[in-house]
């Protein structure tokens, strides 16, 4: 398992992306290196983004074995990329 990254404070314009009923796209490696992409909701825990799924999914399977990730989200408006690259951790 790789180590834990240090926390990180969300900006104040990201957490109201994230805490507004907006799509999310996470973007997870496979084992070979290829990207696969899912629509998935989110939510906030203090300095923690929680992406909701199940223990048996690929995006957890994928979480687990390369951390490396990426989100971007889709507004009514626009489209946001407030982080490009992040590190899963704590994935069960």
């Given at each position: 398992?790789?180590?834990?990254?240090?926390?990180?404070?969300?900006?104040?314009n990201?957490?109201?992306?994230?805490?507004?009923?907006?799509?999310?796209?996470?973007?997870?490696?496979?084992?070979?290196?290829?990207?696969?992409?899912?629509?998935?909701?989110?939510?906030?825990?203090?300095?923690?983004?929680?992406?909701?799924?199940?223990?048996?999914s690929?995006?957890?399977?994928?979480?687990?074995?390369?951390?490396?990730?990426?989100?971007?989200?889709?507004?009514?408006?626009?489209?946001?990329?407030?982080?490009?690259?992040?590190?899963?951790?704590?994935?069960?």
């Amino acid at each position: 398992m790789q180590p834990k990254p240090e926390a990180i404070t969300i900006p104040t314009n990201v957490r109201a992306l994230l805490d507004a009923p907006n799509d999310v796209h996470l973007t997870t490696l496979r084992r070979d290196g290829r990207p696969r992409s899912w629509v998935v909701w989110v939510g906030l825990e203090g300095e923690r983004v929680l992406v909701c799924s199940t223990d048996h999914s690929w995006k957890s399977g994928d979480m687990r074995n390369d951390a490396r990730v990426s989100l971007s989200v889709v507004t009514l408006r626009f489209v946001h990329h407030p982080a490009t690259t992040s590190t899963a951790f704590d994935v069960a």
